[in-house]
């Protein structure tokens, strides 16, 4: 008899996790797979920030960290929203997470009761519709495409709107499509919001730094949104810290001493020697892991020509992030030595078959026409795989 509970068995598993995990699988088959499907940039972290962990185990930070974070860290936090984001935040507005995703999950179970909408652009990040399911909300999906950037429009939004929305969560730069949202795009949504003044927005900014276009906008720019915008980020993505688990978010003060709530019943602090860390990375001007973003745009460059010469492949330009997210339902109904692509899912499994490249179906983001192929990988492994997904469809 299975005892699990209804919550576990209800909720899907991680789409880019099972992918990898499978690719690592086969890897230990002897299999010479080319992973595609993680967005972990393959740079190291900037020696300036490991030496600050360093010097903090030599400081002797070894105990539970405060539930919301080290009081400096939150005020180079502070500084960081200013310089970067012309946002103004004060100490009890901060919490520190372990993840951006810890941070959502925070949001998610503070903000949301049984029944409440939540609306989710197509294409969203994996997570957000299972971590509203397991809140109790509904996540409410709003289709975009390859012709509008993978944006939603002002029209699309208020047109989802209902009695029961609760929040609006996106993310921009967009995992998975590498979408930004310019000034004029947040306003526009804005406005609408202004006609519904119980919707709060989730600004989901972690790949900010990550940005092919110059300046990054956020939605708590708005006076007459800042009340009712959670800003979450993080270091995982623009200072390749992916395994340093460190989110955090500026919002309104009684949504953020709910999550410290929260939180101090789930996991407590982040980590110590990581949080001395981000001190650092946070102080430090974003030109010094400019080079990561350089690299970013000429392998997105590199992806976009090598794709553009495999037939039955459509793709928008990304504006930021490192992933890219082509349309590829030319596929759909084609038959190869007995496998028929039916779907998304299905064309990401026949190139991890025979073409030894991992990446993940669209499906896990709201968009079964596409596929997601991060570029977070060096130039030979990028013209390798493409190589080999286009014999593979020949």
């Excluded at 997570?127 to 012709?147: Q, R």
């Excluded at 953020?256 to 430090?284: L, P």
Aim: net charge negative; glycine share 6%; charged share 20%.
């Amino acid at each position: 008899m299975n005892q699990l509970s209804d919550r576990i068995l209800n909720m899907s598993t991680s789409a880019t996790l099972a992918m990898a995990a499978k690719a690592r699988e086969l890897r230990t088959e002897g299999k010479d797979i080319i992973g595609l499907s993680l967005g972990e940039p393959d740079f190291n972290t900037p020696d300036f920030i490991k030496d600050a962990a360093i010097q903090a185990i030599k400081d002797g930070y070894n105990s539970y960290t405060p539930v919301d974070g080290y009081v400096e860290l939150k005020e180079a936090i502070i500084t960081k929203f200013k310089r970067d984001n012309n946002l103004t935040f004060t100490l009890p507005q901060i919490v520190v997470s372990t993840g951006a995703k810890q941070s959502l999950a925070n949001i998610a179970s503070v903000m949301l009761n049984k029944g409440d909408e939540v609306i989710l652009p197509c294409p969203y990040w994996v997570s957000y519709s299972d971590i509203v399911k397991l809140n109790e909300g509904i996540p409410v999906e709003v289709k975009t495409s390859i012709d509008t950037d993978f944006k939603i429009t002002a029209e699309q939004l208020e047109a989802a709107i209902t009695p029961r929305t609760k929040m609006l969560w996106f993310s921009s730069p967009c995992n998975p499509s590498g979408s930004v949202y310019s000034k004029t795009e947040l306003r526009a949504l804005a406005d609408v919001l202004q006609n519904h003044p119980n919707i709060f927005v989730v600004s989901d900014e972690i790949y900010e730094h990550i940005n092919f276009v110059g300046g990054h906008e956020s939605m708590a720019q708005f006076e007459d949104m800042y009340d009712r915008t959670i800003t979450v980020n993080g270091v995982s993505k623009a200072f390749a810290m992916t395994g340093w688990r460190i989110g955090f978010i500026g919002a309104p003060s009684w949504i953020a001493r709910a999550c410290n709530k929260m939180q101090g019943q789930i996991t407590s602090g982040a980590n110590c020697i990581a949080q001395r860390a981000v001190i650092t990375a946070m102080e430090a001007d974003p030109s010094k892991v400019q080079y990561m973003v350089d690299e970013f745009k000429n392998r997105r460059d590199l992806v976009l020509e090598l794709l553009n010469g495999i037939e039955g492949f459509k793709t928008n330009i990304p504006e930021g992030a490192f992933y890219v997210f082509p349309n590829i339902s030319f596929y759909f109904g084609k038959t190869y030595r007995g496998t028929t692509i039916n779907n998304a899912t299905d064309f990401s499994m026949y190139l991890l078959e025979h073409a030894l490249v991992a990446t993940v179906a669209g499906d896990a983001f709201g968009n079964p026409d596409c596929i997601r192929i991060s570029y977070a990988a060096s130039q030979d492994q990028i013209i390798e795989a493409i190589k080999r997904i286009k014999e593979s469809l020949n």
